[in-house]
T-cell receptor
Framework: AAGVIQSPRHLIKEKRETATLKCYPIPRHDTVYWYQQGPGQDPQFLISFYEKMQSDKGSIPDRFSAQQFSDYHSELNMSSLELGDSALYFC?????????????FGPGTRLLVL | KQEVTQIPAALSVPEGENLVLNCSFTDSAIYNLQWFRQDPGKGLTSLLLIQSSQREQTSGRLNASLDKSSGRSTLYIAASQPGDSATYLCAVIRQGGSEKLVFGKGTKLTVNP
């Protein structure tokens, strides 16, 4: 079965650079979620989109922005990177109605900021 | 603010043992609760999802229970195997509009051959 695809899987950036993470949800899934998991930490919700509109927002820094496109894939743009942004970034997808279906997680993008 | 706590933080058992992982949450107004498995440096694999109206879910050797009123869930693993070694996270979605999963910090399970 098709799963959530994230690219790139690994990314190394310097401080103050910009990074773009991509997420391709499971076919027919209309909702995408982004989570950040710091080293040894639990995943923290960043933002979600339903039908290309932002549906919920968590502790996402102002330096980050995201959007969902017409083909339902999503991109997380991160600017002015800081050392503390080093983390595993997960994308998850689900299909409405909200909460009745499991959020399926991708393998994550490991970002290292030097 | 919803807080999710998992006890113990780490657990080491011999192969074949039955075990229970615990999860508690402070706000009982949840929509559902999920148990996930995470291997080191890997993604999250959903194991079981329990809707707020349900009491338990079973999948193979796994059984998850939910007591919403007391804010507790348990994940029971029968006849543990070395391949079960991983970190197990529970997460809840709160009622009332937010879709975010609020995670516990997980229990790191090691099953020794």
């Amino acid at each position: 079965a098709a799963g959530v695809i994230q690219s790139p899987r690994h990314l190394i950036k310097e401080k103050r650079e910009t990074a773009t993470l991509k997420c391709y949800p499971i076919p027919r899934h209309d909702t995408v979620y982004w989570y950040q998991q710091g080293p040894g930490q639990d995943p923290q919700f960043l933002i979600s989109f339903y039908e290309k509109m932002q549906s919920d927002k968590g502790s996402i820094p102002d330096r980050f922005s995201a959007q969902q496109f017409s083909d339902y894939h999503s991109e997380l743009n991160m600017s002015s990177l800081e050392l503390g942004d080093s983390a595993l970034y997960f994308c998850a997808s689900s299909i409405r109605p909200r909460g009745r279906e499991t959020q399926y997680f991708g393998p994550g993008t490991r970002l290292l900021v030097l | 603010k919803q807080e999710v706590t998992q006890i113990p933080a780490a657990l080491s058992v011999p192969e074949g043992e039955n075990l229970v992982l615990n999860c508690s949450f402070t706000d009982s107004a949840i929509y559902n609760l999920q148990w996930f498995r995470q291997d080191p440096g890997k993604g999250l694999t959903s194991l079981l999802l329990i809707q707020s109206s349900q009491r338990e879910q079973t999948s193979g050797r796994l059984n998850a229970s939910l007591d919403k009123s007391s804010g507790r869930s348990t994940l029971y693993i029968a006849a543990s195997q070395p391949g079960d070694s991983a970190t197990y996270l529970c997460a809840v979605i709160r009622q009332g509009g937010s879709e975010k999963l609020v995670f516990g910090k997980g229990t790191k399970l090691t099953v020794n051959p």
